[in-house]
């Protein structure tokens, strides 16, 4: 979903499971359009919401071996195909496992994420690659920050 603002960041955001990325509808409108839910058009963000495979309004993968890592290069291959260079990630529970993946394969493009999860061996801890030097104090930058 791109933003209605000029030079916005992309954002791909994984939903976790049991859900579906119509759990993110809600968001979309304050993150493409800030400026019209109290924010500023400077915080804007391009979305991209894919489905994981196999769950919520996706098909069952055809093939085995469709685990986070796999999910990651899957999201990459996405994100370059949309013209994409320079991205961040947010994922939620299984989605998290994604970005994770994201970021210790050193996805080309891939700059920060955030997740949000609440299961054993999830690790919370905020990745980060390549920082830019003129980041805006913004949203965006503060999830380079985080």
Known sequence: MKSPHADTLPLIMTHGWPGSVIEMLGVVGPLTDPAAHGGRAEDAFDLVLPS??????????????WDPGRVAQAW????????YTRYVAQGGDVGAAVIDAM??????GYSASTSTCS?????????????????RRSTRSHIQDE
């Open 76 to 83: 990459a291959e996405l994100m370059r195909r949309l013209g």
């Open 119 to 135: 299961w054993a061996g999830c690790s919370a801890a905020p990745r980060q690659r390549n920082p830019s030097r003129n980041a």
């Open 52 to 65: 994981l495979p196999g769950y919520g309004l996706s098909d069952e993968p055809t093939e085995v071996g």
């Open 103 to 108: 970021g210790r394969q050193a996805t080309r």
